[in-house]
């Protein structure tokens, strides 16, 4: 489980990051599309690091509202 920030583009299409895993970020037409693009995404970008040995990083991020 990762967590992740979700907000609307520019372009109309919703953006969807995960920081605790740096450059993973994807988009799609809508919330439900872009929660399922980022869950594969997520997933991906794991399986590649385990494949090359590297060590996946913890999921530190602490959400505080200001």
Not at 23 to 33: A, H, I, L, M, S
């Amino acid at each position: 489980m990762r967590q992740v920030i979700i907000y609307p583009g520019d372009d109309g299409y919703w953006i969807a990051e995960c920081p605790s895993l740096p450059g993973c970020v994807t988009q799609g037409k809508t919330k439900e599309e872009v929660i399922a693009n980022v869950k594969e995404a997520i997933g991906l970008y794991v399986e590649v690091l385990m494949e090359r040995e590297h060590n996946v990083p913890e999921d530190t991020l602490e959400v505080l509202m200001v």
